[in-house]
């Protein structure tokens, strides 16, 4: 144990080597650590009231089970078997439904930060393979219900695209971590009845320890008009990894 530390349309992946001395290939979970209770705290965005800006890895396959029964799991869509599932919530509460196995990390749907409803897609999405190049780039596109509490369900349609664009040297309060994979990625939303929305991230994430810099712009639409424009650029302050 690691003491608290300052210091899916088509699937279409390309690979290829950047002019990077890192040749050899990542293995994502040398870079994306999913433990329970794994935790990381970040220097808060502007405004921000409730102390640090934090995200945290719960390891739970019930809360799988029972949204996983709100769809047919005799599809070929539901992984269950010789996975391990995971919610990587962020300082909103809200969480990414996360799931590993010897293909790679998938995303399997969102729980929004109101509690109100759930998103689960119509084809987990490969997030990352479990070892890839640098220079690897992918666009997957999936549509996904979406669950309320009060019974109601809705369609929509959701695209990740995404280049890992070479290695770099990060500083940051937590301290200076070298070989650190800049993900650049953007993740669209289509909601229906004009309802939008769209994250465009840069992330930095350190061998053996996560994201330890990030840039991410939020911005939400209705009927085209923007009504959420926001840039937050959380810099990592200390971490604790189980």
């Given at each position: 144990m690691q003491a608290l530390k300052r210091g899916v349309f088509a699937l279409a992946l390309m690979y290829g080597v950047l002019g990077s001395s890192q040749n050899n290939p990542i293995k994502i979970t040398d870079y994306y650590p999913l433990a329970d209770t794994n935790e990381w705290r970040y220097t808060a965005p502007e405004g921000w009231k409730d102390g640090d800006y934090f995200s945290r890895i719960?390891?739970?396959?019930?809360?799988?089970?029972?949204?996983?029964?709100?769809?047919?799991?005799?599809?070929?869509?539901?992984?269950?078997?010789?996975?391990?599932?995971?919610?990587?919530?962020d300082a909103t509460g809200a969480a990414k439904m996360l799931q590993l196995d010897t293909q790679g990390l998938y995303y399997v749907g969102e729980l929004f930060a109101d509690g109100k409803?759930?998103?689960l897609f119509d084809e987990p999405v490969l997030w990352f393979p479990t070892t890839f190049p640098s220079g690897a780039e992918s666009h997957i596109g999936t549509g996904f219900t979406r669950f309320y509490n009060s019974g109601e369900t809705t369609r929509g349609q959701f695209t990740l695209t995404q280049k890992i664009t070479g290695f770099e040297t990060i500083s940051v309060p937590a301290g200076t971590f070298i070989d650190c994979i800049r993900v650049d990625f953007t993740n669209d939303w289509d909601f229906g009845k004009g309802a939008t929305a769209r994250s465009e991230n840069s992330y930095h994430h350190a061998p053996g320890v996560g994201v330890v810099k990030a840039s991410a712009r939020f911005i939400i639409k209705q009927n085209g008009k923007t009504l959420i424009n926001r840039l937050v650029t959380p810099d990592l302050k200390k971490y604790y990894l189980n």
């Open positions: 719960t390891a739970d396959s019930t809360h799988f089970s029972g949204f996983l029964k709100k769809r047919d799991t005799s599809a070929s869509n539901v992984k269950s078997k010789g996975v391990q599932s995971f919610l990587h919530f409803s759930y998103v």
